[in-house]
């Protein structure tokens, strides 16, 4: 096993690349969204994140499997990487990041409870699931693309765990079906609902809107408090973020306007809708501001903050972008990423990219 430079070898990241193209072509398209400083971080982050997931899910023991993500853990940030070339690609991210470790263990605790069946009672356990699932990824994109202070960081883990919100509500019977059930225990009772007669028989019905109703009021909450972290993003990665938030967001509006019933079809946003707000997003993303005093951060993502070195200087952001594509269609594939990598996550087939 050998040490590593600062920099990412040419031959390993080529390596990376090659198994991103091949195994998960919707990850390696979006990635070419991003400036090229960060482009080949996040497809080494995602690599290992995707085998990560794939192991723990599939595996015969996923007990074994989280076992063996924490020593694959301890060579990638003792500078020893295990002979896998995600491993080795991350390592280099790690390195040259300063990549946290508590935020690639909480994204692992994550995938522990999908594997263990973990049930969540209250809204505020839903919170801490997607603050492992999702909030930490975009923590962790945040620290990549620079910026590395406790409310930058907290505003990011917000905006994944709205994402988070989004797709349980969307997908609450395709969940079902397969077992699974996210929505707060608590409220389905509150509203005369059996939670484990609902997953043996997923019906959409008046009570099951009213919860629904609830979980996108949670995630329009926290897309509004993770709004103004946006300002605290570099310039070249602000439109991408807020057209993500905003297109994310009306998942949630057109599932409103189609009575909250996720049981018996998959709420889409129109082609006309997204480019009215891809426009919108190009416009506003210049005169988002941040916020003059910091809200305090979701209680579910506090351990994740704090586990940061928040003190470390941030990166240089004033990078001239590389790719040649226009914004608009750097901003459809970013958009694209959360949902076709949820349904990745869950087993699922992406629907056909048009």
Known sequence: MRMHSSELQPADLQACINMMRGGSKSFFAASKLLPERVRF????????????DDLVDEGADSAQALRELQLRLDGIYSGQ?????????????????????????????????????????????????????????????????????ASALARACELGVAMQL??????????????????????????????QTFISQPVHNEALQSVVQRLLDEADRLYAQAHAGIAELPRDCRSAILAARLIYAEIGHQLRREGCNSVNHRTVVSSTRKLALLTQSKLQAHWVSAEKQAAPPLAAIRYLIEGCNSSAPAL???????????????????????????????GLTPPPQH
């Open 81 to 149: 990487p295990q002979a896998y070339l995600e491993d080795n690609a991350l390592a280099h991210v790690a390195q040259q990041y300063a990549l946290p470790r508590n935020m690639l263990e909480a994204l692992i605790e994550g995938f522990e409870w999908d594997a263990q069946g973990k049930t969540y009672e209250t809204i505020e356990d839903v919170h801490h699931y997607a603050a492992r699932v999702a909030g930490s990824v975009g923590a962790m994109m945040c620290w990549i693309m620079g910026p590395r202070h």
């Open 166 to 195: 989004t797709n349980i509500a969307r997908d609450v019977g395709q969940d079902a079906r397969m077992g699974r059930l996210y929505l707060p225990h608590a409220w389905m009772r509150e509203a005369g609902l059996d939670p």
């Open 316 to 346: 240089p952001t004033t990078v001239k972008l590389a790719s040649q594509r226009s914004m608009s269609e750097k901003i459809e594939w970013l958009l694209s990423l959360s949902e076709r990598l949820e349904f990745e996550r869950r």
């Open 41 to 52: 971080a996040s497809v080494a982050l995602y690599a290992f994140c995707r085998v990560a």
